[in-house]
């Protein structure tokens, strides 16, 4: 996986570690996981013991401060054996991060020791029922009371919502449409904090997805993240990473059904037609799925330099709309571009 990348003795040392990691705890009870629905908490949380639960938290703060690429390496080896698990692990680490790069020193040391260990597991919560894509239309309002904010509205398609402990959440404090997002960390257990029934999905089961009410919920501004405004910038900094995270889920399961596809055309029995060549056409859908994962590989890591180039500029979020037009517009271009390099042809031949 990813090794035509000239990884280094340490970047394949990470990957042979998710690899044996999956294969031993993942892979066989991934398929029980989601036909029963069952969320493996324990295994999730055996990740923390690699430290996969602070992939690029910083070593200040207890994570082991790998790279985006690294990152990507871990994610797809996990994906192999069940891309929710490793989405899942994703969202945890987006979280967390966020905690880390922006956060003060009291907010730092009082929820990442867990974070890091995966004690605790986080969620990101910034979609609700009426904006999606356009994230900065968002409505959960949060209206400041003395040295709390009172919460109301609702988030929509929540990983983890009513089984994690820590939520970043993206609420409204002012007017403006992206400057009045802030981010909050809120806790499971606060009162006015409920939660929805889980969304009923076909597949991904292993990851539970529901709503996440808010109810006159009161928040300590003590769990703030960063100054008051700044929540957008902080929640598309962390999707930038997070979107690298996916993509590398995107190519673990692929290569799984890749596999498990060129397996069965290999060993089924089946009576040929004069002249048929079964075996040949899996070498050929094989060939053709080479070239695929090549095209989608060489962009991850285009994707991973694009990102660092970006790191540290989330003030381009603060200073007007005009900054995430142009970085929107340029996504969209570099998404088309993949996209048209990715595409299959419509037949195999013989």
């Known amino acids: 996986m990813m090794n035509q990348f000239q990884l280094t003795d340490d970047q394949l040392a990470i990957q042979e570690m998710a690899q044996r990691f999956t294969a031993d705890n993942i892979t066989p009870y991934a398929a029980e996981w989601d036909e029963k629905h069952h969320f493996p908490r324990d295994v999730i949380q055996q990740t923390g013991e690699l430290g996969f639960g602070a992939i690029y938290v910083s070593e200040e703060s207890g994570g082991i401060n790998l790279g985006r690429l690294e990152a990507a390496l871990i994610m797809e080896a996990m994906a192999y054996g069940c891309p929710a698990t490793s989405a899942y692990i994703s969202i945890h680490n987006m979280a967390a991060w ?46 400041l009371d003395g040295d709390q904010y009172v919460l109301n509205g609702t988030k929509q398609f929540i990983s983890g919502s009513g089984f994690n402990d820590i939520y970043v959440v993206m609420v409204r404090t002012g007017e403006h449409k992206s400057k ?18 889980p969304e009923k999905k076909l597949g991904w089961n292993a990851s539970p997805t529901a709503q996440l009410i808010f109810e006159d919920c009161r928040v300590p501004v003590a769990n703030r993240v960063g100054a008051e405004g700044e929540g957008f910038g902080f929640a598309m900094a962390g999707l930038d990473g997070g979107r690298l995270n996916i993509g590398a889920c995107s190519l673990g399961g692929a290569q799984r059904c890749l596999d498990e596809a060129i397996k069965y055309t290999k ?57 995430g037009d142009r970085q929107r517009i340029e996504r969209r271009q570099q998404c088309a571009a993949a996209v048209r390099r990715l595409r299959l042809p419509t037949r195999i031949s013989d």
């Open 180 to 197: 009045g997002i802030t981010c909050l960390v809120i806790e499971k257990d606060t009162p006015g904090l409920s939660f929805g029934k």
């Open 98 to 143: 966020m905690i880390d790069r922006f956060g003060g020193a009291e907010l730092k040391a009082r929820y990442l020791p867990r974070l890091v260990t995966m004690e605790h597991i986080a969620s990101y919560a910034l979609t609700e029922p009426g904006s999606g894509s356009d994230a900065a239309g968002l409505k959960t309002s949060a209206v």
């Open 267 to 323: 060993e089924r029995k089946q009576s040929r037609p004069a002249g048929g060549r079964f075996p040949e056409h899996a070498i050929h859908a094989g060939r053709h799925g080479d070239r695929a994962r090549s095209g989608a590989r060489a962009a991850l890591p285009r994707g991973v330099q694009g990102h660092g180039q970006r790191a540290g500029q989330v003030a381009l979020f603060r200073n007007g709309q005009a900054a």
